[in-house]
C-alpha cells in the first residue's frame, strides 16, 4: 500500500507499475497462474486497498492506464487569505504564456489542493474566475507566435527597434523568446558586432525576413575581466563563464556570449573592483559608458 501510495503522490501510478507492485504480493512459490485469473487476481487486491484507502478519506481515479489521487491522506489547514492567493495564482495561469511554466504552476496548484479538505475546495471553487486578470503578454501574443516561428525556423532578420528612445536597426539571427515581469524579449545574435542582443518585442518598429537563410559560423564576443578584493573572494560565476586564473587577491573571469549591455551594467555596479581585460574596443566603450554616466553629476 506505501508504495502505491508513493506513486501516487508522485503522480506516477502507472497501472503496469501499479499492477507489478501487487502482483509481487500474490505470487506464491510453486504456483502456476495464467494470465486470466492473474490479472483477476490482481484486481481483486487493488480494488480492496483502494476501498480501505476511501475509508481514510483518500479518493483514487483512473484515467485510462493511470491512477490518479482526487484527495489527500493528509490534510493541511489553509487560512481564507491562503485560498484567496491560490485563486489569483490559478487564474493567472491561465494566460501564462511559457508552457513549461503553466504546466509547473499547474503541478503545484494541483497538490496543495490534494491536501484541501471539503470546505476549502468549495471556498476555492467559489472564488474561481471571481479575479478577473488581463495578462500583460496577452497585447502581444500574435509577435510572440511569430517570433518562436522566426526561432525555429532559423531565418535572418532585420530588425528596427527602438533602444534607449532611439530608433536603430539590426541584421540578426533570431534565438528564443525569454520572458520578465513585465514584457517578453526576443534573444538574438547580431551578425555585424558577433554579440547576442535581446529586443523587448514592444520595442520592435518591424521585422523582414531576408531571403537567405543563415548558414554562416557563430562566433560571439568574449571579454576577460578582473575582479579583485572582497569580490574575488565572494563572486558567484554566472552561466556564461569560467574561471580563468586565480591570484593572492583578484581572480580573472572569460565570459562569452552575454548581452553588452547587461554585461556593462553589471559590471559598473562592481566599481573600482573590476577591470576588462579584453578586447580593447570593449574596454574603451566600457570606458565611455563610465565617463557619460559621470557628465550626469558633473551639471
Same mark, same amino acid.
Given at each position: 500500500?506505501?508504495?502505491?501510495?508513493n506513486?501516487?503522490?508522485?503522480?506516477?501510478?502507472?497501472?503496469?507499475?501499479?499492477?507489478?507492485?501487487?502482483?509481487?504480493?500474490?505470487?506464491?512459490? @510453486?504456483?502456476?497462474?495464467?494470465?486470466?485469473?492473474?490479472?483477476?487476481?490482481?484486481?481483486?487486491?487493488?480494488?480492496?486497498?483502494?476501498?480501505?484507502?476511501?475509508i481514510? *478519506?483518500?479518493?483514487?481515479?483512473?484515467e485510462? @492506464?493511470?491512477?490518479?489521487?482526487e484527495?489527500?491522506?493528509?490534510? =493541511?489547514?489553509?487560512?481564507?487569505?491562503?485560498?484567496?492567493?491560490? =485563486?489569483?495564482?490559478?487564474?493567472?495561469?491561465?494566460?501564462i504564456?511559457?508552457?513549461?511554466?503553466?504546466?509547473?504552476?499547474?503541478?503545484?496548484?494541483?497538490?496543495?489542493?490534494?491536501?484541501?479538505? !471539503?470546505?476549502?475546495?468549495?471556498?476555492?471553487? =467559489?472564488?474561481? *474566475?471571481?479575479?478577473?486578470?488581463?495578462?500583460?503578454?496577452?497585447?502581444i501574443?500574435d509577435?510572440?507566435?511569430?517570433?518562436?516561428?522566426?526561432?525555429?525556423?532559423?531565418?535572418?532578420l532585420?530588425?528596427?527597434?527602438?533602444?534607449?528612445?532611439?530608433?536603430?536597426?539590426?541584421?540578426?539571427?533570431?534565438?528564443?523568446?525569454?520572458?520578465?515581469?513585465?514584457?517578453?524579449?526576443?534573444?538574438?545574435?547580431?551578425?555585424?558586432?558577433?554579440?547576442?542582443?535581446?529586443?523587448?518585442?514592444?520595442?520592435?518598429?518591424?521585422?523582414?525576413?531576408?531571403?537567405?537563410?543563415?548558414?554562416?559560423?557563430?562566433?560571439?564576443?568574449?571579454?576577460?575581466?578582473?575582479?579583485? *578584493?572582497r569580490?574575488?573572494?565572494?563572486?558567484?560565476?554566472?552561466? @556564461?563563464?569560467?574561471?580563468?586564473?586565480?591570484?593572492?587577491?583578484? !581572480? /580573472?573571469?572569460?565570459?562569452? *556570449?552575454?548581452?553588452?549591455?547587461?554585461?556593462?551594467?553589471?559590471?559598473?555596479?562592481?566599481?573600482?573592483?573590476?577591470?576588462?581585460? /579584453?578586447?580593447?574596443?570593449?574596454?574603451?566603450?566600457m570606458?565611455?559608458?563610465?565617463?557619460?554616466?559621470?557628465k550626469?553629476?558633473?551639471?
Amino acid at each position: 500500500m506505501f508504495k502505491f501510495l508513493n506513486l501516487l503522490y508522485k503522480n506516477e501510478a502507472e497501472y503496469e507499475s501499479v499492477y507489478e507492485i501487487f502482483k509481487s504480493d500474490i505470487i506464491r512459490e @510453486n504456483e502456476v497462474y495464467d494470465d486470466k485469473k492473474l490479472n483477476n487476481l490482481v484486481q481483486v487486491v487493488l480494488n480492496k486497498y483502494i476501498n480501505a484507502l476511501r475509508i481514510f *478519506g483518500v479518493k483514487i481515479k483512473k484515467e485510462k @492506464n493511470k491512477f490518479k489521487l482526487e484527495s489527500s491522506l493528509y490534510i =493541511s489547514e489553509y487560512s481564507i487569505d491562503n485560498i484567496k492567493a491560490m =485563486s489569483i495564482l490559478t487564474n493567472a495561469n491561465i494566460n501564462i504564456p511559457d508552457k513549461d511554466i503553466n504546466k509547473n504552476i499547474s503541478e503545484l496548484v494541483n497538490n496543495i489542493v490534494l491536501r484541501m479538505d !471539503i470546505q476549502r475546495r468549495n471556498i476555492l471553487n =467559489s472564488l474561481l *474566475g471571481k479575479y478577473n486578470f488581463t495578462f500583460y503578454f496577452t497585447n502581444i501574443k500574435d509577435q510572440i507566435e511569430q517570433c518562436k516561428k522566426y526561432c525555429k525556423d532559423n531565418v535572418l532578420l532585420e530588425i528596427n527597434y527602438i533602444n534607449k528612445k532611439k530608433e536603430e536597426r539590426c541584421i540578426c539571427k533570431p534565438k528564443e523568446i525569454k520572458y520578465t515581469i513585465k514584457t517578453a524579449i526576443l534573444s538574438c545574435y547580431e551578425v555585424k558586432k558577433k554579440e547576442i542582443i535581446e529586443i523587448a518585442l514592444p520595442n520592435i518598429i518591424s521585422i523582414d525576413e531576408l531571403p537567405n537563410r543563415t548558414t554562416s559560423f557563430e562566433s560571439t564576443t568574449t571579454v576577460v575581466y578582473k575582479l579583485t *578584493g572582497r569580490l574575488a573572494k565572494t563572486y558567484k560565476l554566472k552561466e @556564461n563563464e569560467k574561471l580563468d586564473k586565480i591570484e593572492e587577491d583578484s !581572480i /580573472t573571469i572569460i565570459n562569452t *556570449g552575454e548581452p553588452r549591455d547587461k554585461l556593462f551594467a553589471r559590471l559598473m555596479r562592481y566599481a573600482d573592483l573590476c577591470k576588462i581585460i /579584453t578586447p580593447k574596443y570593449i574596454r574603451s566603450d566600457m570606458i565611455n559608458l563610465i565617463n557619460d554616466s559621470l557628465k550626469n553629476y558633473n551639471k
